[in-house]
């Protein structure tokens, strides 16, 4: 009788500690919004519109809160503290958040992506360095106007399409070397195709079997072959002086796993492209959605050029400096339309704002929603490129609050190249270019959280040449 007492005992006050202790677990964690399907958690209602979905569980949860999607536990931190665990804290790993899907866009390894991240990050690190960007600032200049020629005087055309057309084959040729497509104008076009498929599905495809992403699979594979080719003729034309070398031979010579290069190389194009072309399109259109801006624009480059402004071949690093407004518009562009998350595992317990965030989780910071917050961006859905007037970008400095490019040790190593290509993108065809917008602003769609945001609508664009 007394063992059964005893046992009876046990199991009751084994019960009672596990509620104690699950309870007390589950109160220091911060919510979870787990949905009611098993496994599939809360991505039904998250895919409709993640950035939307993100504003609104913050203002129902608070500023840190869980959201499980398939079978993976996403721990949202919104506001400043959260932000500093997100940069600094050893806890907080970037290459265990990412590598799975380095896998499975571009097929490294995780052994090789382990080998090569930290030693390609570095040598991106250097090579884009803000002080060593301007030696490609000439060849850009060159190549972007070859393409504006094919533009003809005059014509309309969806300003998305004509921006990724001006920016693809120059940005291409600089950082892999001029004769990478092997100058046949058919080969840019198909290879820019197979690369619009690819960047269209990227953020699906990162995350699902690749079965079931057939036309992604189709573009992906015929872009790995064709980097094959790529790699031999870098190899080929590798100059011993690093000077010389671009930035992918440079990446070639760092990469341990020299069957990766083409992988590499793929990732390499896709870094260059995604964020970049976006962010050129949405300054122009803000530029040109708002008539006050499109003066002072044009105002600043005639302070520059003169009356010769359409003639303008070459735009110099002290050129560049000069043409302060252009630059704030970029920046405030890049605020405005700054990628909707960036993320981190958490590989030991991290305390935010009073939670405890378990080791596992996927730790997620959202620049979007960062950006608006009205503590450091007064009237933060605002186009004001003026704000940026505070900044020392002499210094390169951002202002406070600005994380389009990440934090901490990982912030994007191209961002420099990023903010020249497009100023310099922005001048020459503002130049050459007589332009107005034939559809209203179009708003950001609320479906990525992967890079930069895309419109919703069309955006078309008549140009004319000046005269
Ligand atoms: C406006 C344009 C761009 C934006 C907003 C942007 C933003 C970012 C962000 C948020 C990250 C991740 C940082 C993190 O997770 O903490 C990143 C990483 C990266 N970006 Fe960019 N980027 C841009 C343009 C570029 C360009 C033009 C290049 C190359 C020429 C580039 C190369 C890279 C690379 C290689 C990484 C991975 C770095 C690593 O391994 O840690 N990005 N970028």
């Not at 000439?138 to 309309?156: I, R, V």
Request: with cysteine.
């Amino acid at each position: 009788m007394d063992l059964v007492v005893a046992a009876l005992l046990t199991i009751i006050l084994g019960a009672v500690l596990k509620l104690v202790l699950f309870r007390s677990r589950n109160s220091l964690e911060p919510p979870c919004l787990s949905g009611w399907i098993p496994w599939v958690g809360a991505a039904l209602q998250f895919g409709r519109a993640p950035l939307t979905f993100i504003e609104q569980a913050t203002l129902k949860y608070g500023p840190v809160f869980t959201v499980y999607l398939l079978g993976k536990r996403y721990t949202f931190v919104t506001e400043e503290e959260g932000f500093q665990v997100f940069c600094t804290s050893k806890d907080a790993d970037f290459e265990q958040a990412v590598q799975k899907s380095v896998q499975h866009a571009v097929s490294v390894p995780e052994e090789i992506f382990y080998k090569n991240r930290k030693n390609l990050y570095i040598m991106m690190k250097g090579k884009m360095s803000a002080s060593n960007v301007h030696e490609l600032s000439g060849n850009l200049c060159h190549e972007f106007q070859k393409c504006m020629a094919d533009l003809g005087s005059e014509g309309t055309e969806e300003l998305r399409d004509l921006v990724r057309h001006i920016m693809f084959p120059p940005v291409v040729s600089i950082l892999f070397g001029k004769d990478m497509f092997l100058t046949a104008k058919e080969n840019i076009r198909e290879f820019e195709e197979h690369f619009q498929n690819y960047d269209n599905d990227f953020e699906y495809a990162t995350q699902l079997p690749e079965y079931f992403m057939k036309k992604w699979s189709k573009s992906k594979k015929w872009l790995l072959k064709s980097f094959e080719k790529v790699v031999l003729y870098a190899d080929k034309t590798n100059p011993p002086d690093d000077s010389y070398k671009t930035t992918y031979q440079r990446l070639l010579d760092t990469l341990q796993g020299k069957n990766f290069g083409a992988n590499y190389g793929l990732l390499l194009l896709w870094a260059s492209q995604a964020n970049a072309v976006p962010i050129a399109f949405w300054t122009l259109a803000f530029i040109l959605s708002c008539p006050s801006f499109y003066k002072s624009v044009m105002k600043e480059l005639e302070s520059i050029y003169g009356r010769a402004a359409k003639e303008v071949v070459s735009v110099s690093e002290d050129d560049l400096k000069n043409l302060p407004f252009i630059k704030w518009c970029i920046l405030e562009t890049i605020r405005l339309r700054a990628p909707g998350a960036i993320v981190k595992k958490v590989t030991n317990p991290i305390n935010v704002q009073n939670f405890v965030i378990p080791a596992g989780d996927l730790l997620v910071m959202s620049p979007y929603w960062f950006h608006r917050n009205p503590q450091y961006f007064p009237e933060p859905n605002t186009f004001k490129p003026d704000r940026w007037k505070e900044a020392n970008l002499e210094k390169n400095h951002f202002l406070e609050g600005f994380v389009a490019f990440g934090g901490g040790t990982h912030q994007c190593p191209g961002r420099w190249f990023a903010i020249m290509e497009i100023h310099i993108l922005v001048v020459l065809f503002l130049c050459k270019y007589e332009c107005s917008l034939l559809d209203p602003l179009p708003k950001e769609s609320p479906l990525h959280l992967v890079g930069t945001q895309q419109p919703e609508g069309p955006c078309r664009i008549h140009y004319k040449l000046r005269t």
